[in-house]
């Protein structure tokens, strides 16, 4: 049998065997809150948003597969709040400033503080002294957006076929390095989908940030997760 | 000279057969050679290896013990441990800054020495202790930091800081360290007599499947805290899948206050070795690896002498004891400075030449693990458990202990007590029967398995020390009464931020976060509120981070604030109007001291 049902919320979902619960959840209609996961970039369960509970156990639900019968539990109210608590620390441990950043309406960050109804965090800013990196003349590199997801990272190796970014130092110090002493000296093009995988506006073209008016941008119109959830209403 | 760096760098990696597994080696050669790993260096190690510099950069900048930016020739790293605070850290620290004029962290101008501190180094019962680079200095006092420095501004030459060697192995012509094994209750199972080979000899007169019963029948588990069933893990490693198995020993022991695997890699080595090998020939592996914590390379020479040995007895390489295709060997991967790396697969990606990341499970290291292949990691007293069943039986082994936890525990006990060192007692023993052994007078908290198990106060002494009541890998720390608990908590949330991967958020942010709320407190600013906080997001950070680092971090602070009672760090008196913990001159210092003018109205 390659086929294996379980449960979300109570509701039946059926997948294949080896799938992740966010793949699954994802086909099935259900939106699982995620930020470091993207489409088919191998997941690395990172941010920690799509914990959900697996027979009451918290995982990632980037990481962790299907099992047939599972009871997986997604929009509960202690779940809800570690996303919230999640979503919060990524913005207090950055410089994260939507009124005048061209991300903005089009930042999975920002959306998903829309979606759960985040007006300002609950934790006090850390205010980390970062740097931005304008040496490439098509991209630019802005630390203090970064969320270390790893996206870029991966992106850059997997479909790429390079190696431009890596983390670098642990801990708090953790931050995203490029292979090179600046972004100019790497092989990094414009167009590569490391710099379009960026959830939030840390690797940004330059030149195109207000192409789209503020209003009409992609989460100006419609909450993130919506595409996912309509799905599930067909 | 800008040549020689990256020609030496290439012989360093070509030593290593430019193998990017074994980017940890070459690092290390690298920094050994150059006291840093430049740029210029990476560039070259990813040239030879087939690597990019910033790969190179991202394991590099991971490492505590290696770095960038170059250091001086004799790197002092101070043990910064709570005990060794207790000890006196403090005064010890001000006067080798003072006798070499600089400040913690900064190298003198002429480049020679580098002064630091560094998280627990395993030397708990002889604090405050150093490594100079790889030698080790315990019991130091301001005078003889002071000493020490001015010796060392003479020749230059940690060696020559050894002036008198410690008991057991620590005299041996290859160790020769100032350590002492400090063993105060010998037990049957590590140290009674034990003769290199009888053990491997009883195990391949079995079958390997009767090995694995063996242990699974002495209910023999994981001795580094988590308490796994040693068999279980052997029996699913001997049954996945795959062509190649792999062995390796966590003698990685970084919890803070835990040492007892330093003594037993000292006076243990055959027995721990021999333990590997039966594993080996258990769940069919050829190859063993010992992680080696970088703080212990000054058993390195010993321990591959104790390799080498084996090897001639016919213990180690091919066609062990002369049986035909028997085949096992052990290599020593030595570690960095990396708390995190004692993770068992956060190991295995320290082995693999890579950051000390942990990797997502599943698939658990006995399915997939080193490389891919079916792994097993033990803890170094596991393994020396091991040889001593083989010997003994797996019902003699059971008869110790109780029925769910069996045979003897290697404690390691320091802190607040006069008889701190390394205890095998029988599992069952009580709190309150290791505070007489080592004659603490007024215990008032104990750290029952270091800081990331559970702490106690004088109410839980009557608990055991056992899986089920009080689990411990090993280390336990006594304070008296006159600590503070909430202090003790925030000096071990400093250790997890400073040895977290930041991997994850709850644990990289969250740790900080937490760090903060609890010096709120100390500092006489908190509210009753910030109790309530503290605790939510200490089980926010358990329950949602990644691996057993932040899944553990928060447990002092929660220890703290069930035991005691923190209405003292409250503030007396609230100003209508502010938040409570708001400081409104402390918040406007900052702009005053910018304008050069006070604010007339706070």
Redesign the interface.
Known sequence: MNRVTFTIDGKEVKAIRGQTILKAADAAGVFIPRLCAYRDLTP??????C?VRVNGR?Q?AC?Q?VAEGAIVENETPELL??RR??VD??F??GNHFCMFCEKSGFCELQALAYRFGIKAPR??F?YPKRDLDMSHPHVFLDHNRCI?CGRCVRASQDMDGK????????????RL?????SLSETDLKATDEAVSVCPVGALMKKRVGYEVPVGRRRYDEKPIGDDIEMKGEK | MKQGTAQVTAEICKKFGNDRTRLMDIAIAVQDRFGCVS?EAMEEIARQVRS????V??LV??YAFLSVKPQGKVVIRLCSDIVDWMKGYKDVAEAMARELGITMGETTPDGAITLTHTPCIGMSDQAPAALVNSVVVTHLTPERGRQLVRDLRRHLDPQQLVTMVGDGNNEHPLVRAMVRNNIRMRGPVHFADFEPGSALRKAVEMTPADVIRTIKDSRLRGRGGAGFPAGLKWEMAANAPGEKRYVLCNADEGEPGTFKDRVLLTECADQLMEGMTIAGYAVGSDTGIIYLRGEYRYLLPYLQSVVEGRRRQGYLGRDILGRKGLHFDIRIQLGAG?Y?CGEETALISSCEGL?GDPK?R?PFPPQEGYLGCPTIVNNVETLCCVSRILLEGSDWFASMGSSRTTGTKVLSISGDCRKPGVYEVPFGITARELIEMTEAENAGTMLIGGPCRQMIGPDRLEGRICYDDLATGGAIIIFNRARNRLEIAEHYLDFF??????????C???L??LK?QVHKVIDGAGEPADLVEMRDLSN?II????CGLGQAAPNPVLGALEIGDLSSGFVAERKPGLLPGFDLSKAVIDAELRVGRQSKYV
């Open positions: 690395n369960g990172s941010c920690r948003v914990s918290i990632a990481v597969t709040e570690y608590n999640i620390m990524l207090v441990e934790y006090p850390l270390l190696n431009v970014f890596q983390f670098v130092e642990r801990g708090g110090r953790k390095q490029v292979n090179g002493d | 740029h990019h510099r910033v790969e950069e991202s900048s991971f990396a995190i950051r997502n599943p931020i400073e040895e977290s991967c930041g991997y994850c958020t709850p990289r942010v969250g900080t976060l903060n926010f329950n949602t981070s990644r």
